[in-house]
């Protein structure tokens, strides 16, 4: 059975740093192409960073430089590193992998 579980969320200060895991069950997990992605109440979910297969990796221009993603194909795991987290950073996150959601994360960021 194909299971995604999220983990990592929480509330931290501006400044500080967060690192989200999505562990995967039921793939081929390093044939899939992953991403994290963002929602806000009231807004279209939108792509944060993406890594491919081979591990070409993308991010979105707001979070250039502030955020790492990896994974680890052995432990069946996408990762996503937050640093220097902004109060619009704020947000349900969810990984996508294989065309499957994960149950989303609430990472919230106060000033």
């Known amino acids: 059975q194909v299971q995604l579980v999220e983990s990592g969320g929480g509330s931290v200060q501006a400044g500080g740093s967060l690192k989200l895991s999505c562990a995967a069950s039921?793939?081929?997990?390093?044939?899939?192409?992953m991403a994290w992605y963002r929602q806000v109440p009231g807004k279209e979910r939108e792509l944060v960073s993406s890594?491919?297969?081979?591990?070409?990796?993308n991010y979105a221009d707001s979070v250039k430089g502030r955020f790492t993603i990896s994974k680890d194909n052995a432990k069946k795991t996408l990762y996503l590193q937050m640093n220097s987290l902004k109060t619009e950073d704020t947000a349900v996150y969810y990984c996508?992998?294989?065309?499957?959601w994960g149950q989303g994360t609430q990472v919230t960021v106060s000033s």
């Open positions: 890594i491919s297969s081979r591990g070409t990796t």
């Open positions: 996508l992998v294989c065309n499957k």
């Open positions: 039921g793939y081929i997990f390093s044939l899939c192409g």
